[in-house]
Nanobody, 129 residues
Framework: QLQLVESGGGLVQPGRSLRLSCVAS????????????VGWFRQAPGKEREGVAC????????FQVDSVEGRFTVSRDNVNNTVYLHMNNLEPEDAAVYYC??????????????????WGQGTQVTVSS
């Protein structure tokens, strides 16, 4: 399993942008994130954790759920062992704790929580005027 650390959350006004980072602690786990499919999830108070975007390993194809299509994108920086979630035009409904998750031994990503075997601790995103 990888050790994942998210960062970049904070308080923003509606319509603004944030970039979240998910870094794999290679020194701790001995693995590089680029061989892993990575998913981004969020959990708002009182709600289930839901997948919002993900990126395949190998071909780096990205996918987003309908509610964030056109606003959120995922990218990968293999040099820095990091996956990003770029969030634009944020809405109050996007407020949640955001988590990244990774799965090795498979190039395909998923929006299913059970697909992944490594999780970060989460970073809080608050959208409010």
């Amino acid at each position: 399993q990888l050790q994942l650390v998210e960062s970049g959350g904070g308080l923003v006004q509606p319509g603004r942008s944030l970039r979240l980072s998910c870094v794999a602690s290679e020194s701790a786990s001995g693995y590089s994130l680029y061989r892993h499919a990575v998913g981004w999830f969020r959990q708002a108070p009182g709600k289930e954790r839901e997948g919002v975007a993900c990126i395949n390993a190998v071909d780096d194809r990205t996918f987003q759920v309908d509610s964030v299509e056109g606003r959120f994108t995922v990218s990968r920086d293999n040099v820095n062992n990091t996956v990003y979630l770029h969030m634009n035009n944020l809405e109050p409904e996007d407020a949640a704790v955001y988590y990244c998750a990774a799965r090795g031994a498979s190039y395909r990503c998923s929006f299913s929580r059970s697909w992944y075997d490594s999780w970060g601790q989460g970073t809080q995103v608050t959208v409010s005027s």
